[in-house]
């Protein structure tokens, strides 16, 4: 049994927070500024670690707006406050924007009203306008309270008890403009929205051989376009970073007719809302209509999407991800002291991160001047370093090959295509799908191919995985055969689990020899690592396995090394919560327990995951394996929720969590224990977690692994060497280990990394869904890099 089987329970007290003259310590919550989805998972978590914590959290309602107002206004929140609202869009606190509060006189109100319910920390989720005049008021907040005492409005001794406002902000905003961070809430549901309909577009789009015009958010950011343009397959995108220049109107319109020389039916251009050329005149979706009709006759279409981008249900990651922020601003706001400076609590790495406020505010401000000091390499470079690099791999992936000189030259363009000896020259890479499907393998693909023909390759494909390519079934790729790949579940190319036996080495290495592959780019689970680490093993006895190999994980169970994330896993973990938000819909009028049972083999990713992002009360999982006293705690605890008032109890368990207590057996157990007072029953939700069309994220990491295996490759085939890898996203970057020594990252027993940083956040479950037991703040867990 793994060690993590005896983990012992938090130790707790009984003790509340309490101020220097004995009272609980109250904390204020509050969402400002525009809506963005995921808001309530994050104050639902605020709440509940704040409870578990000892203090009182209050809704200060209506953003700023119900700190001015007072009364109902500030309201205290107990747990069941924040029942139910995991999966829901907004914020059921309310936003607005506060014009009174930006005059003393408005703040002088919204302080009075505060101290009348004894607050003075407070965590704010909200845009940088929100966190600006929050720092503001805390700065004003001695001058406040001296007049407020010096008034009458409030006692000295009251005034005396809070000399200090404490502040922790995070960051609720879909355009996912906070440098410094990699997601902001609300940003990943956004894509989502974005995406569904420039697949719904594409098909209209297609079917009329017609070009639409999509007009996204991001008035000074272009995260979304940029994104969406990458993940949706579209032809051209104009961001407020990087303005373009010059006759752009003229190549964007040679863009696109290319493509539809190409093969494309449809064509797709993204703007966003505060896109300018580089005087700084606004570039508007009607603009680009107005150019397309003009230039290429074409009868383009307007989509302004709007406010259904901040809309619906928040994804996976928005709840999961805000939860852990919510919990790590509950820690900060309780343990910071009077002379603290503010930090927003922010994600970077998928670890969670304390930057300092007005630091990180000051320099998302500075983006847009930098654009207007026409310092456009400044401003790209101040979004990070993958912003850069997606913007030049979009540049590659939608510019399709040189094709009829003279149809271009019709648009003022010198068309150069390659000489004979050049196409002769390029060396064969074939792509290959090995282990079960993964959503997002199409996407790799597709990526592939049109990263390849840049590099110079040939690009081939094999059909139906290390079986197809054993029996010669392998072809010629070009730029259009993965036109409409982009955005499509399942596999064109097919995949095998099977590994090639020894029996069927020799035949193997001879189709490798007849079809003259140069390298191969394996993108797979685990059994196409496996496979890929014997034709390594393997290269004494067959030199036609001399080639570079560079495998790329795809594998919903997210089990293999070198990488914290594998492509798929987003989707299926967002198929996972889907289908336990149903689960706990139907359960919704009942007592009853459920218990569900999610993929993964013997990694718990998806189970965990999947647990927090629902909400759920228990989660089981291989790697701490499951124990009858365990059993019999869980039973107890399940017992006394129910006669506390509780309707719903979700358990989630990993599908191999143990041989013996099965998840039919768990639920007679519970049944068993709970003697009538609910009923209990099953979920196993199956395959469905690999089905669907992949998510933005996976789309966008199987572009960025893709690019990266394929410059490993040139630079192996460019050097004449055989050096062969594995590829992964490690703590936000792009990572790469040596094929032959995979062994000494994995767990083969498992089949699963020796370490897994989503552990980690295993304390989560508990800290937002056991209510008993006070936890010290340091108890708590930062969700933090490892050593902070």
Avoid at 594 to 599: I, P, Q, R, S, Y
Wanted: charged share 20%; net charge negative.
């Amino acid at each position: 049994m793994d060690q993590h089987a005896t983990r012992p329970e938090p130790t707790t007290s009984q003790e509340a927070i309490l101020t220097p003259d004995g009272e609980r310590v109250r904390v204020g919550i509050l969402t400002s500024g525009g809506d963005a989805q995921g808001m309530n998972a994050a104050v639902r978590a605020v709440v509940r670690a704040t409870l578990r914590m000892g203090a009182q959290p209050y809704a200060v309602m209506e953003g700023w707006a119900g700190a001015v107002a007072g009364g109902d206004g500030i309201r205290p929140l107990e747990w069941d406050s924040v029942g139910s609202i995991l999966h829901k869009g907004g914020t059921i606190i309310g936003t607005a924007r506060s014009a009174e509060f930006r005059e003393r006189s408005g703040q002088l109100d919204a302080a009075a009203h505060l101290l009348e319910h004894g607050i003075d920390r407070l965590v704010v989720i909200g845009g940088d306008g929100s966190l600006t005049g929050t720092n503001e008021f805390r700065h004003n907040w001695p001058g406040l309270v001296d007049e407020l005492v010096a008034s009458g409005r409030v006692s000295p001794e009251v005034g005396a008890a809070h000399p200090a406002l404490i502040v922790t902000g995070i960051v609720g905003s879909i355009d996912n403009d906070l440098v410094g961070a990699d997601m902001t809430i609300g940003t990943d549901s956004a894509l989502h929205r974005i995406l569904e309909a420039i697949d719904d577009i594409s098909s209209t789009a297609a079917s009329h051989q017609r070009t639409f015009v999509v007009e996204v958010m991001g008035r000074h950011c272009g995260y979304l376009a940029l994104m969406a343009a990458v993940a949706g397959g579209c032809d051209y995108v104009l961001v407020p970073e990087l303005p373009p220049g010059e006759g752009w109107e003229e190549d964007m319109c040679l863009k696109l007719h290319k493509g539809r020389q190409a093969g494309r039916r449809e064509s797709m251009v993204i703007v966003a809302e505060g896109a300018t050329d580089r005087e700084g005149n606004r570039i508007t979706a009607e603009d680009v209509r107005v150019i397309l009709k003009d230039r290429l006759g074409e009868d383009a279409r307007v989509t302004i999407l709007g406010h259904v981008q901040r809309g619906g249900q928040p994804s996976a990651y928005d709840r999961w991800m805000s939860t852990l922020l919510g919990c790590a601003a509950a820690r900060e706001v309780l343990t910071a002291t009077t002379d603290s400076e503010p930090v927003i609590i922010a994600e970077r790495h998928n670890r969670i991160h304390r930057l300092p406020m007005m630091e990180q505010i000051a320099a998302t401000r500075a983006v847009k001047d930098l654009v207007a000091a026409q310092d456009f390499e400044g401003a790209v470079a101040a979004r990070g370093n993958s912003f850069g690099q997606m913007l030049s791999i979009f540049e590659t992936m939608s510019t399709p090959p040189e094709l009829d000189p003279a149809a271009l030259g019709e648009l003022h363009h010198e068309a150069a295509a390659p000489s004979a000896s050049e196409l002769a020259a390029a060396r064969r890479v074939a792509i290959i799908h090995a282990g079960g499907l993964a959503p997002g393998m199409n996407t790799a693909a597709r990526a592939a191919v049109r990263l390849g023909l840049d590099h110079g390759m040939t690009m081939l494909g094999v059909h139906g995985g290390f079986p197809g390519l054993i029996d010669g079934r392998v072809s010629e790729l070009s730029w259009d055969d993965v036109e409409g790949w982009v955005g499509d579940g399942g596999a064109e190319l097919g995949t095998r689990r099977e590994i090639p036996t020894v029996e069927q080495l020799y035949t193997l290495g001879r189709s490798i020899e007849s079809h003259r592959i140069d390298a191969l780019l394996v993108i797979g689970g685990y059994n196409a690592y496996l496979a890929s680490h014997l034709l390594v093993r393997e290269r004494d006895r067959y030199p036609a396995f001399n080639i570079p190999i560079v495998c790329v994980p795809a594998s919903i169970d997210n089990n293999l090394p070198g990488s914290e994330l594998s492509i798929g896993a987003d989707t299926a973990l967002n198929n996972a919560v889907r289908s336990l938000d149903a689960v706990k819909q139907s359960a919704a009028a009942s007592h009853r327990c459920f218990v569900t049972e999610t993929m993964g083999r013997k990694c718990g990713y998806l189970t965990l995951m999947s647990a927090i992002a629902a909400g759920a009360e228990q989660v089981y999982l291989h790697e701490e394996g499951i124990t009858l006293t365990q059993l019999a705690a869980d039973s107890e605890r399940m017992v006394e929720s129910f006669r506390s008032g509780r309707k719903l109890y979700l358990v989630v368990r990993n599908e191999r969590a143990s041989e013996n207590y099965t998840t039919d057996v768990l639920a007679k157990i519970f049944a068993q224990e709970g003697k009538g007072l609910y009923d209990v029953r099953q979920a196993i939700i199956g395959h469905v977690q690999q089905g669907g069309d992949p998510t933005p994220f996976d789309r966008i990491m199987a572009t960025k692994l893709v690019h990266n295996a394929l410059g490993l490759l040139a630079e192996e085939l460019e050097r004449g060497g055989t050096q062969s890898s594995y590829v992964g996203l490690v703590e936000g970057a792009i990572a790469h280990h040596p094929l032959e020594r995979m062994y000494d990252q994995l767990d083969r027993d498992s089949r699963r990394p020796r370490e897994q940083w989503w552990m980690g956040l295993r304390e989560a479950v508990s800290l937002v869904s056991h209510s008993t037991g006070t936890l010290a703040p340091e108890q708590v867990p930062t969700f933090g890099p490892a050593g902070e």
